[in-house]
């Protein structure tokens, strides 16, 4: 009974299997979709791109260094290697997103790069987790 209930009302810690096994299929979902289903379509940066990026005041190389962020960065988060690194250019990548290019679109525009922004931000302050290839290096 106690442990029916430390399950119901306790929730898990991020040091239990349960924990662990929550960060892996964020960690997995959000990093595949963030370099499958956003990052890849920008290799190599479109014209309509760089001209973007350039608007916001950035140099055109930069819309390499954001192709590269979602992709390499969302495929190592995937993977849990190098996870605050990653995580951390993926924020980085996903602030210039959500502040900059969508800042006068309405919030259901910028709802993505915010719910991306929010989930590598935890990365950042949690890491990858006991199912991370950042573990196994580790030893």
Same mark, same amino acid.
């Given at each position: 009974?106690?442990?029916?209930?430390?399950?119901?009302?306790?929730?898990?810690?991020?040091?239990?299997?349960? !924990?662990?096994? =929550?960060? &892996?299929?964020?960690?997995?979902?959000?990093?595949?979709?963030? #370099? +499958? @289903?956003? *990052? /890849? %379509?920008?290799?190599?940066?479109?014209?309509?791109?760089?001209?973007?990026?350039?608007?916001?005041?950035?140099? !055109?190389?930069? =819309?390499? &260094?954001?192709?590269?962020?979602?992709?390499?960065?969302?495929? #190592? +988060? @995937?993977? *849990? /290697? %190098?996870?605050?690194?990653?995580?951390?250019?993926?924020?980085?990548?996903?602030?210039?997103?959500?502040?900059?290019?969508?800042?006068?679109?309405?919030?259901?525009?910028?709802?993505?790069?915010?719910?991306?922004?929010?989930?590598?931000?935890?990365?950042?302050?949690?890491?990858?987790?006991?199912f991370s290839l950042d573990r196994v290096?580790?030893?």
């Amino acid at each position: 009974m106690k442990r029916m209930r430390e399950l119901i009302f306790g929730g898990p810690r991020f040091s239990s299997l349960a !924990g662990d096994i =929550g960060l &892996l299929v964020l960690r997995v979902f959000a990093g595949l979709s963030l #370099a +499958l @289903a956003h *990052g /890849l %379509g920008k290799l190599p940066p479109s014209p309509q791109f760089v001209a973007g990026v350039e608007r916001l005041g950035f140099p !055109g190389w930069a =819309g390499w &260094l954001s192709a590269f962020a979602e992709v390499v960065g969302g495929f #190592a +988060l @995937a993977a *849990g /290697l %190098g996870t605050r690194v990653a995580a951390l250019l993926i924020a980085t990548n996903l602030s210039v997103a959500a502040f900059l290019q969508h800042a006068n679109d309405p919030y259901g525009r910028k709802e993505l790069p915010f719910l991306f922004l929010a989930v590598a931000i935890m990365f950042v302050f949690v890491g990858g987790g006991r199912f991370s290839l950042d573990r196994v290096v580790k030893r």
